[in-house]
């Protein structure tokens, strides 16, 4: 079992669970989000929370596999060097690292690590983009809330 579906289980055993994946794409944003209706802008604004949730979930998730792969990588080229040194004074440090390098269970790990990281940064770059249109949404509400528009604020409706 990979450490981070292992991690996943302590989780939930302590009750804590990760947010599932939502049940309808990311939204994008509408080109003027004034226009819409109260009602819409809160729904987009959920819709976002949700993804923002489930994508911090699957960034940290990526993480961990990521530092996994980079693990087993360095194990394996540890090994691959041990096995290599003989212990006599011509053995050079550059050739073993090189002997370590070349070993095709390293580089198959080595291209692991790499789809690894690869997959962790589209990954942030995406909840990057969903948390900025998080926030663009939420400035909205809050702008819409201040009183500068129809709905009146908290402070408003209190004072009336």
């Known amino acids: 079992m990979s450490l981070s579906k292992s991690v996943v289980e302590s989780l939930k055993q302590l009750g804590i669970v990760m947010a ?8 994008g944003l509408p080109r003027d989000i004034s226009e819409m209706d109260d009602e819409g802008l809160m729904d987009l604004f959920v819709q976002f929370t949700q993804w923002n949730d489930y994508l911090s979930g699957a960034r940290a998730i990526s993480v961990i596999n990521e530092r996994e792969a980079e693990r087993a990588l360095e194990m394996q080229e540890a090994s691959v060097k041990m096995s290599n040194w003989t212990g006599a004074k011509t053995d050079r440090v550059a050739i073993t690292k090189a002997i370590a390098a070349s ?23 995406r909840a990057e983009d969903v948390e900025r249109n998080s926030q663009v949404v ?15 604020s908290r402070s408003r409706a209190f004072s009336a």
């Open 20 to 27: 599932s994946k939502p049940e309808f794409p990311i939204p």
């Open 103 to 125: 070993d095709p269970q390293s580089i198959e790990l080595r291209n692991d690590v790499d789809t690894k990281y690869a997959f962790r940064k589209l990954l942030e770059t």
């Open 138 to 152: 939420s400035r909205e509400l809050t702008r819409r809330t201040s009183g500068t528009s129809g709905i009146r």
